[in-house]
């Protein structure tokens, strides 16, 4: 067991992504504008539907109290970001893309992080020395959806060959598997990295109290996650999976497309190549 399954903790990992959610984002200033009505329909619709599923399984006090302290913990465990980004954000994803003609996006989860080393166009995603996993080859292009090459920027971060993010779980270095690569006006980039391990969201906090109460799993498949954008250009966010996952078909955090679906070629040193590139909507004015 390695120092990082020693010490990798809900506790850990969940305050971490809430302290980078402070620090990273000013989340009310985007909905200042909105009318009272607007909060007023929400609140109430899904306070509506808390009363209703009370109502029609005749929810108990002890269950209302149980749920009542489990809250109380999500907050402790610093699992909000968990929580949201796992059994939520995948429709706020589908809602914000229901227009989009580019490439399809998915759900950014909380183990983002700005400002990662930028690396040109062909380089290497920042790893240690003798990084574990099968080395990847990824060659792809940004373009505009009519296919007019854009120069821009891909943003990559993935987790480890034992399913760990570094600046998440202690012991891995800073910026490992996370790095920034700007093209040139072809659009083309080149990129060496690992294949990442599928994980488990942390079992060991709130949410996984209520993954082992309910009898579900906490798998995620292997993913690369990425943030592409280009000038003028509609910022994508995806994930991006590896054929023969067996969780692609019960990802927890339901965040899988067809289209995301990568199609790696193995080449007779072990490693594998993968062609993949992104097609980006324009601005909308
Ligand atoms: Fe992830």
């Given at each position: 067991m390695s120092t990082t399954d020693e010490t990798a903790t809900a506790a850990a990992s969940g305050a971490a992504a809430t302290e980078r959610f402070h620090h990273d984002k000013s989340p009310y200033d985007a909905v200042r504008d909105t009318p009272k009505e607007r909060v007023d329909l929400l609140a109430r619709e899904v306070l509506s539907a808390i009363?209703?599923?009370?109502?029609?399984?005749?929810?108990?006090?002890?269950?209302?109290?149980?749920?009542?302290?489990?809250?109380?913990?999500?907050?402790?465990?610093?699992?909000?970001p968990l929580f949201l980004d796992v059994w939520v954000e995948h429709v706020v994803e589908d809602v914000a893309t229901a227009d989009r003609?580019?490439?399809?996006?998915?759900?950014?989860?909380?183990?983002?992080?700005?400002?990662?080393?930028?690396?040109?166009?062909?380089a290497d995603l920042p790893m240690r020395d003798?990084?574990?996993?099968?080395?990847?080859?990824?060659?792809g292009?940004?373009?505009?959806?009519?296919?007019?090459?854009?120069?821009?920027?891909?943003?990559?971060?993935?987790?480890?060959?034992?399913?760990?993010?570094?600046?998440?779980?202690?012991?891995?270095?800073?910026?490992?598997?996370?790095?920034?690569?700007?093209?040139?006006?072809?659009?083309?980039?080149?990129?060496?990295?690992?294949?990442?391990?599928?994980?488990?969201?942390p079992t060991d906090g709130a949410c996984g109290k209520l993954i082992a109460a309910a009898g579900w799993h906490a798998w995620r498949p292997a993913h690369l996650h990425v943030k592409v954008s280009a000038p003028g250009h509609q910022e994508l966010i995806a994930q991006l999976y590896f054929p023969g996952d067996p969780h692609n078909d019960d990802d927890i955090a339901n965040a899988v497309k067809p289209e995301l679906i990568l199609?790696?070629?193995g080449q007779d040193d072990g490693s594998a190549r993968i062609d993949y590139g992104f097609a980006l909507d324009r601005q909308e004015d």
């Open positions: 009363h209703d599923t009370i109502r029609r399984h005749q929810v108990t006090y002890d269950e209302y109290n149980a749920l009542k302290a489990w809250l109380i913990q999500v907050g402790e465990d610093g699992e909000w003609q580019g490439s399809k996006g998915s759900i950014e989860g909380p183990y983002y992080v700005p400002n990662a080393p930028e690396r040109g166009a062909d003798g990084e574990a996993g099968t080395p990847l080859l990824w060659e292009s940004i373009t505009s959806v009519d296919g007019t090459p854009l120069a821009g920027t891909v943003e990559l971060w993935h987790a480890d060959a034992d399913g760990y993010y570094s600046q998440f779980a202690p012991g891995i270095p800073e910026w490992n598997l996370r790095g920034s690569f700007t093209t040139g006006p072809d659009g083309k980039f080149r990129i060496r990295t690992i294949q990442p391990a599928p994980y488990q969201i199609a790696p070629v």
